[in-house]
T-cell receptor, first 114, second 115 residues
Framework: KNQVEQSPQSLIILEGKNCTLQ??????????LRWYKQDTGRGPVSLTI?????NTKSNGRYTATLDADTKQSSLHITASQLSDSASYIC?????????????FGAGTRLTVKP | DAGITQSPRYKITETGRQVTLMCHQT?????MFWYRQDLGHGLRLIYY???????DKGEVPDGYVVSRSKTENFPLTLESATRSQTSVYFC??????????????FGPGTRLTVT
């Protein structure tokens, strides 16, 4: 069973609207949580990274929240643009011998329409 | 340009053939990784390397071989390709951030089709 679950699988919104993507995880113990944006045909690019002590982090129109108690995170996109069309991937790192151990969600495919 | 590159970007091969995917980074990052990405799945780690001549298995290593003779290169070889290895392959390298966490930087990917 995947330790990182994302919802919805896909989402279509109109340009200018806001949206929120969800991530639930079971990785424990927890080190940090990242959100990546992956454009079609490209590799993932980091948007935000949060440790267990942080509950919100912004990057322009992207705001990530984290509730380490309920093991949930969300990515809120404000005033969406056509260029926001991409897959958004939630990635959770555990605390282990390998600090690079990351668990990837399957992603949410966002389409922004004019 | 500095960064992480992969070649080829697209590859079609036949079942049973050997194929090597190349990865090159110019940052001198110690850690490098190979992932595969399939529809409906998150990226899955195939192999990683902590430094030159140090490699270790990830979640799905069967059917793959890696080497790392130089810090900047991390080739992935499919010794005898199977249709189940049709996928998009991503290479990444990793840098340590202030605070102790790591950030991974991904290449553009190689789309491999095994017929």
């Amino acid at each position: 069973k995947n330790q990182v679950e994302q919802s919805p699988q896909s989402l279509i919104i109109l340009e200018g609207k806001n949206c929120t993507l969800q991530c639930n995880y079971t990785v424990s113990p927890f080190s940090n949580l990242r959100w990546y944006k992956q454009d079609t045909g490209r590799g993932p690019v980091s948007l935000t990274i949060m440790t267990f002590s942080e509950n919100t982090k912004s990057n322009g129109r992207y705001t990530a929240t984290l509730d380490a108690d309920t093991k949930q995170s969300s990515l809120h996109i404000t005033a969406s643009q056509l260029s926001d069309s991409a897959s958004y991937i939630c990635v959770v790192s555990g605390i282990g011998v390998n600090n690079n151990d990351m668990r990837f969600g399957a992603g949410t495919r966002l389409t922004v329409k004019p | 340009d500095a960064g992480i590159t992969q070649s080829p970007r697209y590859k079609i091969t036949e079942t049973g053939r050997q194929v090597t995917l190349m990865c090159h980074q110019t940052w001198s990052h110690s850690y490098m990784f190979w992932y595969r990405q399939d529809l409906g799945h998150g990226l899955r780690l195939i192999y990683y390397s902590a430094a030159a001549d140090i490699t270790d298995k990830g979640e799905v290593p069967d059917g793959y071989v890696v080497s790392r003779s130089k810090t900047e290169n991390f080739p992935l070889t499919l010794e005898s390709a199977t249709r189940s290895q049709t996928s998009v392959y991503f290479c990444a390298s990793s840098a340590r951030l202030a605070g102790g966490s790591y950030e991974q930087y991904f290449g553009p990917g190689t789309r491999l089709t095994v017929t």
